[in-house]
């Protein structure tokens, strides 16, 4: 975004000088991010949408499959080099509404390519946030094993009253790495449905810990954090209003 580096700035002058760096992956759609990115201090991973939608592919980035490779292979040498973490986010993993060729052995194929050039770890995303939870679990279960070695995640879409199942899916299918944003701000434009967003952070720690997973996070130490989220919600809703 056009404010990350004052974002950055701010963030790191408000973290206690003797906390343990946390990790802060930025997000880039092309070289010009990467460049940003690699030079905004406190950022220790980069991250990147690669789609499988070559639809969702063309109107979030405006990138052909091959020139989508070209940079992922660019940002493997770049961090590298730099010594920065590498995630990839393989958008529209789940499905798409595009009426596209979609299966599990197209993932898998992403999957494998991303291995092969060394990324090591991967986030499955279900960015429209339609995928039933039985879905979620069938295709983790279908193309876990194909990746030994790489850390593979979710990171996953939806309305709230949906959100615990599809967690509990992924966890069930041996899934260990989960994104979420505090009370669930955000989500993609693309999803076509203003209640589909993240999976609140607080709901996928509950998820967890009815498992009896520990997530190394106490739900109370949250609470500042989700004060804050929502002071943020009320202002963009007064925002929005606003300019309406």
């Known amino acids: 975004m056009a404010d990350s580096e004052e974002v950055m700035k701010g963030f790191l002058a408000g973290f206690p000088a003797e906390s343990a760096?946390?990790?802060?992956?930025?997000?880039?759609?092309n070289e010009r991010?990467?460049?940003?990115?690699?030079?905004?201090?406190?950022?220790?991973?980069?991250?990147?949408?690669?789609?499988?939608?070559?639809?969702?592919?063309?109107?979030?980035a405006n990138m052909s499959r091959g020139e989508s490779r070209a940079l992922v292979e660019q940002l493997r040498r770049a961090t590298k080099a730099s010594g920065h973490g590498l995630v990839v986010y393989i958008s529209m993993a789940f499905g798409n509404p595009y009426e596209e060729p979609w299966g599990a052995e197209?993932?898998?194929?992403?999957?494998?390519w991303l291995k092969d050039i060394g990324v090591r770890t991967?986030?499955?995303?279900?960015?429209?946030?339609?995928?039933p939870p039985e879905y979620v679990?069938?295709?983790?279960?279908?193309?876990?094993?194909?990746?030994?070695g790489v850390e593979l995640g979710v990171h996953l879409h939806s309305r709230a009253e949906g959100a615990a199942e599809k967690v509990l899916a992924a966890?069930?299918?041996?899934?260990?790495?989960?994104?979420?944003?505090?009370?669930?701000?955000?989500?993609?434009?693309?999803?076509?449905?203003?209640?589909?967003g993240n999976i609140a952070t607080?709901?996928?720690?509950?998820?967890?810990?009815?498992?009896?997973?520990?997530?190394?996070?106490?739900?109370?130490?949250?609470?500042?954090?989700?004060?804050?989220?929502?002071?943020i919600r009320a202002k963009y809703s007064h925002a929005e209003k606003a300019i309406q």
Not at 21 to 29: A, D, F, N, S, T
Not at 106 to 112: P, R, S
Not at 123 to 129: C, F, K, P, Q, R
Not at 137 to 148: F, H, I, P, Q
Request: with cysteine.
């Open 137 to 148: 679990g069938a295709l983790y279960n279908t193309v876990k094993d194909c990746v030994a």
């Open 33 to 60: 991010g990467l460049e940003r990115a690699l030079a905004t201090p406190g950022v220790t991973t980069i991250g990147y949408p690669y789609s499988i939608s070559a639809y969702f592919r063309r109107a979030n």
């Open 171 to 196: 966890y069930d299918a041996g899934c260990r790495r989960f994104d979420g944003a505090l009370t669930g701000l955000g989500g993609c434009p693309f999803a076509g449905d203003d209640l589909v």
């Open 21 to 29: 760096q946390p990790e802060i992956i930025g997000i880039v759609l």
């Open 106 to 112: 197209i993932v898998e194929d992403a999957l494998v």
């Open 202 to 231: 607080e709901t996928i720690l509950a998820a967890l810990a009815s498992r009896g997973a520990d997530a190394g996070i106490r739900p109370e130490a949250l609470a500042p954090a989700i004060a804050m989220t929502e002071e």
């Open 122 to 131: 991967v986030s499955l995303a279900d960015t429209v946030g339609t995928t």
